[in-house]
């Protein structure tokens, strides 16, 4: 057999057939996290008026999802570094598939939360795994480009599709139904997942370090929390304590990884100026797109009074756009440059979101549905491609960390950015002035939420709960147009950035051996 015979052999070896078949697989766990992300929030109506919970237990049961997957994301992506990260996947599928069960049927607030924070932990499992899955499939740079583009594809889908599926569930069955949609999804998961996906994992892992585990953990947690309640409470002993802790937390955990002959997560991967640029713009657009997600929804019900279902469709441009750009973006970033390609898609995401500082609430949708699809064709290139800057950053064996650090940025850019961007609104709203007339209990709850108002409406004559619902809308759109404004400008500095920073950078072409 000559050279020539032998090179091409090998290639047809590492182009693995059922490759795109184990990919269908893998992003079915990441539609279902994108899609389990959203529905909660359409069915906590109908949950709260089932569990009774307390104001404090709601906001729980909010976000213990959340903070959980932020302060573990990074432990079990190491984990599957040295486990296996099939065997973690197929594992988080079955515990993810079980714990859905549990939050479907729960029957106390307390319950709820202890479901909530351990289909956190599932999940934490899921996507660094998926992501580290790919960079081992796929040894041809180009076919990992696209492989990359379908998984962010799936991600964008599943954030959209999620509204649309959970407001035609809670139409037509009780609150939990939109849980046990989980559950036909992971069996083929794993049953596919089982035969067709190649387990892969770093030959020389070295042990895992819990001390490290806990460290991060505990910051990554307290971090979070403290930015979610200094946004919703200020800033309060409790919430100074919480991030006093968890920035030392951080800090420990920081200088153990440079001790460690076997750290949990090698902070020298933060050397490499493609890694850290890819991550830290990851980081600052969440943040500053995190915003338009959060309040946009708000704006087209209580503003536009649009339904749940339409609204949920009103938001679709976003990911017809991200899935379109997403599937090309490779192909494009190597035809251009990654800079120019990342840079254009985060500067085309700060004009839409500029574009957002002129809705009002009788603003024609075509504006509005162009601004989310530049949204999402932008957010679509920007995103693949770090995504395969950071996975190619990395020597194969450390593929599972250097997703966990990719998606925990995601974590700790929307913490941030709803933090931030919340708090504008928020502040431009509760100042709203009350018409005369209107009775202080009602007012103060009026003041504390749109959603707040429109109920507080309801118990007004015609007259003063037209006059308290415009003088709220105007507030609301006035803190949003603000919140647009400051995110499109972080956006606007992003791609600045990344053009500098991912200067020289390129996409791999040769297949690996």
Same mark, same amino acid.
């Given at each position: ?28 766990? *990441?539609?279902? &996290? ?47 570094? +040295? ?45 660094? %795994? ?81 001390? %490290? #585990? #806990? ?8 971090? *979070? ?28 955990? #920081?200088? +153990? ?21 890819? #991550? ?39 990911? *017809?756009?991200? *899935? ?16 120019? &390609? ?42 693949? &491609? ?5 996975? %190619? ?102 791609? &600045? ?17």
């Amino acid at each position: 057999m000559t050279s020539t015979d032998q090179r091409e052999t090998a290639a047809d070896e590492l182009r693995r057939p059922g490759r795109w078949i184990a990919l269908a697989v893998l992003v079915l766990a *990441v539609l279902l &996290v994108a899609v389990d992300a959203t529905v909660l929030g359409l069915a906590t109506p109908f949950l709260s008026e089932d569990l009774k919970p307390t104001g404090t237990q709601l906001l729980w049961i909010g976000d213990v999802y959340s903070f959980v997957i932020a302060g573990l994301l990074v432990s079990m992506g190491s984990l599957g570094d +040295r486990i296996g990260r099939k065997k973690l996947l197929l594992v988080g599928a079955v515990a993810f598939g079980a714990v859905s069960v549990l939050n479907a049927y729960a029957t106390t607030p307390e319950m709820m939360i202890v479901a909530r924070a351990l289909l956190g932990v599932a999940g934490a499992t899921l996507m660094p %795994s998926t992501l580290a899955l790919i960079r081992n499939l796929f040894h041809d740079p180009r076919e990992r480009s696209l492989a990359i583009g379908v998984w962010g594809a799936m991600a964008s889908a599943g954030a959209a599709v999620g509204p649309v599926v959970g407001g035609f569930l809670l139409e037509h069955f009780w609150w939990g139904s939109v849980f046990l949609i989980n559950l036909p999804v992971m069996a083929v998961l794993v049953v596919v997942g089982v035969k067709m996906i190649p387990e892969s994992k770093n030959p020389a892992p070295g042990p895992w370090d819990l001390a %490290s #585990v #806990v460290l991060s953990l505990i910051g990554m947690i307290a971090v *979070v929390y403290s930015i979610k309640e200094a946004a919703s409470h200020g800033l309060t002993w409790d919430v100074a304590v919480a991030a006093v802790t968890g920035v030392a937390a951080l800090w420990g955990f #920081v200088r +153990r990884q440079l001790t460690l002959p076997a750290p949990l997560l090698d902070m020298r991967l933060f050397h490499h100026r493609g890694f850290s640029g890819a #991550v830290l713009a990851d980081l600052l657009t969440i943040l500053g797109l995190s915003g338009l997600v959060f309040f946009l929804s708000q704006f087209l019900q209580l503003v536009q009074g649009r339904a749940p279902f339409e609204a949920g469709l009103a938001e679709l441009p976003a990911a *017809v756009g991200a *899935v379109g750009a997403g599937l090309v973006a490779g192909l494009v970033a190597r035809r251009y440059s990654v800079r120019a &390609v990342v840079s254009g898609g985060l500067a085309a995401v700060g004009l839409a979101l500029a574009a957002v500082t002129v809705l009002a609430e009788d603003t024609a949708y075509p504006l509005l549905g162009a601004a989310l699809l530049v949204v999402g064709i932008g957010a679509g290139f920007a995103f693949t &491609v770090t995504a395969d800057v950071i996975l %190619s950053s990395v020597p194969k064996e450390q593929a599972g960390a250097a997703s966990a650090v990719s998606e925990t940025a995601y974590e700790l850019g929307a913490a941030l950015g709803i933090a931030l961007l919340g708090s504008i609104v928020t502040g431009v709203y509760r100042d709203f002035a009350t018409p005369e007339g209107v009775p202080s209990g009602i007012a103060a709850d009026a003041h504390e939420s749109l959603g707040g108002a429109v109920e507080a409406a309801a118990a007004l004559p015609a007259g003063q709960a037209d006059a308290l619902m415009a003088s709220a809308k105007d507030a609301f759109v006035e803190g949003l147009h603000l919140a647009a404004g400051v995110g499109a400008t972080v956006l606007l500095v992003t791609a &600045v950035a990344a053009w500098f920073l991912l200067k020289g950078q390129k996409l791999e072409d040769g297949i690996e051996h």
